[in-house]
């Protein structure tokens, strides 16, 4: 007990001030404490303070502390700034990479701790540590500290026996690593999206949690677009410089090494110092003295002007409480609301001055005020029509809200999903999208469900009151290389006749003459293989039974004959 408070004890700033100071000796315990404390307190102090504006001027002052003797320090500062702040993850997660890349063993240490909280957690069930430590795994990976394999292990864990809190957290993972598995390890991520498709088909979790899985679809469906692995602002290392560590999560010797967050005395403390500033210069390098008098001789009035342009850039507030994109969003609803004609509802979106990457929310609220409406109004088609033909940004964008509309069609209602059906198959039909949207539309009876049905229903009628069924016909036979096999899958002949029955049901039969032709020859041959299989002797017997037949009917003709002739002579006489 008095080895525990006596490395637990307070130490004022003023007496770790005097003890640097001092010069006091090296090889005494209470100079080596007071040392000890001071680096914990500049750990803690650089890690509490990075962010992804300054993490630049950040990671050289924290080489410049002795990060050997600190690794553990450092370790457990990033894990407890992790978990109070997650949404800093990747900023920590980028720091620990480029320590890493210069002292591997800090790296190894921090993943080999992460995997023991992580199996500690999993046992306890903790769920917001869990999704903590899940999302530093993530980002990890994704700065290649971690092997993919690790991220590949936790999701088998998690969705093997799933749950709600363990399939809330598989997604949650997957949203933020999905990127970098889709290009390292696409059959890895194929199979945990078919475990997650198994696990909606089953239907034993919550519903919110299917909606969570379902939104991940959209986003795997979106090529993880507005989800990348790594921001640009922290992408500082080439990938020569990227130094892995395979760490498994089965692994039951794990050691965390938790003797090294305290104090113990070193007697041979000069000489790791020494050997310490060496791997510091070559990590720093020698600065050059005459660059820095330099800097100190320059003139006063443009030290000014950099102070003034520092403070006003330390000055700058960001918004992340997302104010400005709820007033743009009722900026959009009340110019849609105020607008009699489509003509000047164009007019007015196109006059808003918003920002490159803000088309999305102006596609969105048109397609949710079409939504809200009883009936449809043909005024949200032509205007997102004109927009889609102005710039090209608004039809890339309205691509992309089909997608998320389509994919999360069941939680539309019968009116609603009328009308953005009716939305799109207008500005498919007037070419305002592109023909290969439809390739989001797989008909199957696996791949849809019944809301998803009716939004095809009404988006092909739609369309074939608007062109017409022969030219309805004519343009998806012209666009058939680009739409593949979605609307009239080709792959099985039970798909096909769920295609070709679909249509029919819906009153437009006349769609799927070329897949009934398509599937008339796959039938026939199925059929000919089917005897190919049967072989020669089959074959010599049926000809055999076929001439035996043929014998007893001529026997039988004759038969029949004489015994006519017989009552004819007969009745002679």
């Known amino acids: 007990m008095q080895k525990a408070t006596q490395q637990a004890l307070y130490i004022p700033p003023h007496k770790l001030a005097a003890a640097k100071n001092s010069g006091g000796r090296s090889d005494d315990e209470a100079y080596q404490r007071l040392a000890w404390e001071a680096l914990k307190k500049s750990i803690n102090g650089l890690i509490n303070k990075v962010n992804s504006s300054n993490i630049g001027n950040v990671i050289p002052e924290l080489f410049a502390e002795d990060l050997i003797r600190g690794a553990g320090l450092l370790c457990r500062s990033c894990l407890r700034s992790q978990m109070a702040s997650p949404c800093f993850t990747d900023v920590f997660a980028a720091v620990i990479a480029v320590v890493n890349s210069r002292i591997p063993e800090i790296g190894e240490l921090l993943l080999k701790r992460i995997v023991w909280q992580l199996n500690k957690s ?12 899940a999302k530093f795994v993530a980002h990890l990976v994704n700065q290649r500290v971690a092997h993919h394999t690790l991220a590949l292990e936790l999701l088998h864990r998690l969705l093997e026996n799933p749950s709600d809190d363990g399939v809330e957290l598989a997604v949650a993972f997957l949203t933020e690593c999905g990127a970098l598995l889709h290009d390292l390890s696409p059959r890895g991520l194929a199979a945990c999206f078919d475990r997650l498709r198994d696990v909606l088909h089953e239907g034993e979790i919550d519903k919110r949690v299917q909606f969570l899985i379902e939104g991940l679809f959209a986003i795997r469906k979106a090529n993880f677009r507005g989800y990348p692995a790594i921001r640009p602002e922290l992408d500082l290392l080439e990938d020569d410089q990227q130094i892995t560590h395979d ?25 790791h110092e ?11 390098g020698d600065q050059d003295e005459e660059e820095e008098e330099e800097e100190e001789e320059t003139s006063t009035g443009s030290e000014s002007e950099s102070d003034e342009s520092e403070e006003e850039d330390d000055l700058e507030i960001k918004d992340k409480t997302e104010t400005e994109a709820v007033e743009l969003r009722r900026t959009i609803y009340l110019t849609i609301m105020n607008s009699l004609r489509f003509e000047e509802l164009g007019h007015k979106l196109l006059s808003l001055n918003i920002a490159p990457g803000q088309e999305l929310e102006i596609c969105r609220m048109l397609v949710e005020a079409c939504a809200q409406e009883k009936t449809y109004n043909r005024i949200y088609g032509l205007v997102a029509q004109r927009l889609s033909m102005i710039r090209l940004a608004y039809r890339a964008n309205f691509e992309r809200c089909f997608a998320e509309q389509y994919s999360t069609s069941h939680r539309l209602e019968t009116n609603k999903l009328r009308n953005v059906a009716t939305l799109f198959a207008h500005l498919i039909a007037t070419d305002a999208l ?4 439809l390739g989001y539309v797989r008909l199957t009876e696996e791949d849809t469900n019944s809301s998803s049905r009716i939004f095809v229903k009404y988006l092909f009628q739609e369309m074939t009151e608007q062109l017409g069924i022969r030219k309805l016909n004519e343009r998806l ?12 899958p080709k792959d099985s002949t039970r798909n096909a006749r769920f295609s070709i029955n679909f249509f029919t049901q819906i009153g437009l039969g006349g769609l799927t003459e070329g897949m009934r032709e398509h599937l008339k020859e796959m039938e026939r041959v199925a059929k000919e293989d089917r005897e190919k299989k049967l072989g020669g002797s089959d074959s010599e017997s049926e000809v055999e039974e076929s001439s035996s037949d043929d014998e007893g009917r001529d026997r039988k003709r004759r038969r029949r004959k004489s015994d006519g002739r017989d009552r004819k002579r007969s009745r002679r006489g």
């Open 274 to 284: 020494s050997q310490f500033e060496a791997k510091k210069k070559s990590i720093l």
């Open 477 to 488: 036979t012209e666009n058939a290389a680009v739409l593949g096999d979605s609307i009239f």
């Open 434 to 437: 592109p023909w290969d949207v």
């Open 247 to 271: 760490v498994s999560l089965d692994d039951s010797g794990v050691d965390p090494e938790l003797g090294r967050n305290v104090f113990k005395f070193d007697p041979d403390y000069a000489l």
């Open 122 to 133: 999993l046992r306890c069930n903790d769920k917001p540590r869990l999704l903590a430590l």
